[in-house]
């Protein structure tokens, strides 16, 4: 059985949750997003939408999946639920915006990963929440991107009020555990 990687997306960087603190409260990992750990080190105007920068971010994606699934076959990591702030659905919305080449070639590699995990994404959305237009970009092609993933997704209204949110993505990851800790013990 392949290991679920649930990653949790909340796009827009006008957002004020931070999912990885909440849910680590609460003793759960969740790994943090890598777009955002190295957004100060690569020096790009406007970074989301740098091919460049989202060439490094995917690489080191990547990386960080294929350690994962190496220890994973080990059995040096017993989980079978990795959960990831935004990861690669955002890196291929940023992709698709600043590099149609690099988006080309990460849906590829994303497709083709599917063989070791699966993928499936908790959405935190509200379409007429943007602040600027670089956010409205990112939001209209968060579904397409989606629908190209061809994976299992829920969408969760934001901003019904931020302990409503919290909770129901909180019953969303313990659903998913659920699932994977029935389908283990079949």
Not at 37 to 54: L, P, Q, T
Not at 63 to 86: A, G, W
Not at 108 to 131: P, Q
């Amino acid at each position: 059985m392949k290991p679920e990687y649930l990653m949790i997306i909340d796009l827009l960087p006008s957002s004020k949750l931070d999912i990885t603190k909440y849910m680590d409260r609460h003793g759960i990992l969740v790994h943090p997003d890598i777009h955002r750990e190295n957004r100060y080190r690569v020096k790009c105007e406007h970074d989301a939408f740098c091919g460049v920068f989202n060439e490094l971010v995917m690489i080191k994606d990547f990386k960080r999946d294929d350690e994962m699934i190496i220890k994973h076959k080990l059995d040096i990591l017993q989980s079978k639920i990795f959960m990831f702030e935004n990861s690669h659905i955002s890196n291929l919305v940023y992709c698709k915006i600043s590099n149609k080449k690099i988006y080309k070639q990460y849906m590829k590699e994303f497709k083709k990963r599917r063989s070791n995990w699966h993928y499936s994404a908790i959405i935190i959305k509200k379409k007429d929440m943007t602040k600027n237009s670089r956010e409205e970009k990112l939001l209209k092609e968060l579904m397409p991107v989606i629908k190209q993933c061809q994976i299992d997704y829920t969408v969760i209204d934001k901003w019904k009020t931020l302990t409503y949110l919290r909770k129901e993505i909180m019953r969303q990851v313990q659903a998913s555990q659920n699932k994977t800790e029935a389908e283990t013990s079949i």
